[in-house]
Nanobody, 115 residues
Framework: QLVESGGGLVQPGGSLVLSCAAS????????WGWFRQAPGKERERVAT???????TTADSVKGRFTVTRNNAENTLYLQMNNLKPEDTAVYFC???????????WGQGTQVTVSS
């Protein structure tokens, strides 16, 4: 089970931290990350952490967003800095099992960037 938190309303240039707490165990090999979906648009990958601590981020957020994991708490974080109105979306936490190709999703959290 994945439970996200930390969304909200922020002014352009501001920061937010999203959290994704995982319970029930993780796959043996996984990709754990964040996606987002804006109204009328397809869901897009934002940032992903792979088994072995490799991370990838979308070009649109590179240099502004950072994904990290707290191993002890089994929680994934997305630090979002210098937010822009185009970052407004529902953000979803995802775990992808690299062996079975199963996907697990959180319920989503709304991020709105507006003055």
């Amino acid at each position: 089970q994945l439970v996200e938190s930390g969304g909200g309303l922020v002014q352009p240039g501001g920061s937010l931290v999203l959290s994704c707490a995982a319970s029930g165990g993780m796959p043996m090999r996984w990709a754990w990350g964040w996606f987002r979906q804006a109204p009328g648009k397809e869901r897009e990958r934002v940032a992903t952490l792979f088994t072995g601590s490799v991370t990838t981020t979308a070009d649109s957020v590179k240099g502004r967003f950072t994904v990290t994991r707290n191993n002890a708490e089994n929680t994934l974080y997305l630090q979002m800095n210098n937010l822009k109105p185009e970052d407004t979306a529902v953000y979803f936490c995802n775990v992808h099992d690299l062996l079975t190709r199963d996907d697990y999703w959180g319920q989503g959290t709304q991020v709105t960037v507006s003055s």
